[in-house]
Every structure is written in structure tokens, then in C-alpha cells.
């Protein structure tokens, strides 16, 4: 008998090392290698940079709002929130399928305000919901919040150069050295809910220089 013959022979392969490793790989594996290769952060990028778009989207038809600060920042806004004659509350939109604040641009602030529907001119009862009317918050003279409120002229005031708008009349331009109205956001009532009904009429922000 030859030395070859007498030595120990190497015992099988098992299953396992002749399987498909690939077979074998956790879904963590698979997600580190994805990683790795960069397939997968272009995807999240993409959906995060999607979701910040939505954000951004002017208010739509169909939009709830929600209260942009103080301690009920983010609850939804009903007709009761909203004691008539004011003062206005400042608001942003809200994706009702997402649940999306569109507060990714300050140029989506819109003040809300509740006044007697008889004060309201013929054409503001078109866009307003039971009295209730929104306009852009931002002032169109150079771009500053419009945060005052003269509750004797029941006038909207912007702090920075004192243009005062009548909300009573589509937020003309009542004093000061605004060049426009406020735009105007059309909105209705949806099971007590204050709803955007249609897109703000009249350009949103200040003149571009
Ligand atoms: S920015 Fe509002 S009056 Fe000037």
C-alpha cells in the first residue's frame, strides 16, 4: 500500500460551504453592503429633499392651519379659535394627507381674523369663511412681518414702516408706504375646521428691487 493511500482524506465539504453565501446574508448585511456600494443615501436624500419641498408649496385647496407659535404651536385651528373681532393669529398650512406644516417658508404666513360678515365688504364675504378672512402675513413694502394690530380702526399694522391694511376690504392699503394689499387667501369652513379654499390672489412678499 502506498504513502498516499495511508493518509487521512479530507472529510466532505458540508451543505453550508457549498451554498450561495449570499443565501446567508442578514438584512442588515445586505443593507451595509447597499450602504457601502451608496445606494441607499441617494434614496433618504432624495425623500428628505422631497418632503422639505412639500413644505415650501404655497398653501393648496384643501389645506387645514395650524397655529405657527405660543404653546398650542401645531394644533389645528377651528372657528372657535378665532373670537370675533379679533386679534388675527398668525398661522401656516397644513397637508391634511400628510400632516405636512408648510412652514418650510416664511412667505406661507397667514394671519387669520374673525370680523362681523356685516363689516365685510361685498367682494371679502366671497373669500371669507363665516367672517373669517387670511391674508398673507408678510407686507409687501420690504418684506416685514405684519404683526400689529389697531384694535379701535380694526386695522392690520406692519411694525417696521407703520403701513396699516383694512382686512374689512381685502387688506387694502389703508396708510403708509405699502405699494399693495396684503394677497388675499380664499377660505371655507370644513366641519368647523378653517380650510383653504383656493391660492392666495395677488403676489405673496415684497417687491423684488
Ligand atoms: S415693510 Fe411693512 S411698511 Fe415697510
Given at each position: 500500500?502506498?504513502?498516499?493511500?495511508?493518509?487521512?482524506?479530507?472529510?466532505?465539504?458540508?451543505?453550508?460551504?457549498?451554498?450561495?453565501?449570499?443565501?446567508?446574508?442578514?438584512?442588515?448585511?445586505?443593507?451595509?453592503?447597499?450602504?457601502?456600494?451608496?445606494?441607499?443615501?441617494?434614496?433618504?436624500?432624495?425623500?428628505?429633499?422631497a418632503a422639505e419641498e412639500v413644505?415650501?408649496?404655497?398653501?393648496?385647496?384643501?389645506?387645514?392651519?395650524?397655529?405657527?407659535?405660543?404653546?398650542?404651536?401645531?394644533?389645528?385651528?377651528?372657528?372657535?379659535?378665532?373670537?370675533?373681532?379679533?386679534?388675527?393669529?398668525?398661522?401656516?398650512?397644513?397637508?391634511?394627507?400628510?400632516?405636512?406644516?408648510?412652514?418650510?417658508?416664511?412667505?406661507?404666513?397667514?394671519?387669520?381674523?374673525?370680523?362681523?360678515?356685516?363689516?365685510?365688504?361685498?367682494?371679502?364675504?366671497?373669500?371669507?369663511?363665516?367672517?373669517?378672512?387670511?391674508?398673507?402675513?408678510?407686507?409687501?413694502?420690504?418684506?416685514?412681518?405684519?404683526?400689529?394690530?389697531?384694535?379701535?380702526?380694526?386695522?392690520?399694522?406692519?411694525?417696521?414702516?407703520?403701513?396699516?391694511?383694512?382686512?374689512?376690504?381685502?387688506?387694502?392699503?389703508?396708510?403708509?408706504?405699502?405699494?399693495?394689499?396684503?394677497?388675499?387667501?380664499?377660505?371655507?369652513?370644513?366641519?368647523?375646521?378653517?380650510?383653504?379654499?383656493?391660492?392666495?390672489s395677488g403676489r405673496v412678499g415684497?417687491?423684488?428691487?
Open positions: 500500500m502506498s504513502e498516499a493511500k495511508d493518509r487521512p482524506v479530507s472529510p466532505p465539504p458540508t451543505p453550508c460551504e457549498t451554498c450561495d453565501m449570499a443565501h446567508y446574508l442578514s438584512r442588515r448585511d445586505v443593507l451595509k453592503s447597499a450602504l457601502a456600494a451608496g445606494l441607499v443615501l441617494p434614496l433618504v436624500k432624495i425623500e428628505i429633499s413644505k415650501k408649496v404655497r398653501p393648496q385647496s384643501g389645506d387645514l392651519f395650524v397655529f405657527s407659535l405660543g404653546e398650542r404651536l401645531g394644533q389645528v385651528i377651528t372657528l372657535q379659535d378665532l373670537p370675533t373681532g379679533g386679534p388675527p393669529l398668525i398661522a401656516y398650512p397644513l397637508d391634511p394627507l400628510t400632516r405636512t406644516v408648510r412652514d418650510g417658508s416664511r412667505l406661507n404666513q397667514v394671519l387669520l381674523l374673525r370680523l362681523p360678515q356685516e363689516d365685510l365688504t361685498e367682494q371679502t364675504r366671497t373669500v371669507a369663511a363665516e367672517g373669517v378672512v387670511g391674508y398673507s402675513a408678510i407686507c409687501p413694502h420690504t418684506g416685514c412681518n405684519v404683526t400689529g394690530w389697531k384694535e379701535d380702526a380694526k386695522q392690520l399694522v406692519c411694525p417696521c414702516h407703520a403701513s396699516t391694511f383694512d382686512p374689512k376690504d381685502r387688506a387694502r392699503v389703508a396708510s403708509g408706504p405699502a405699494p399693495r394689499p396684503l394677497a388675499v387667501l380664499p377660505l371655507k369652513l370644513v366641519d368647523g375646521k378653517v380650510t383653504v379654499a383656493g391660492a392666495f415684497a417687491e423684488q428691487k
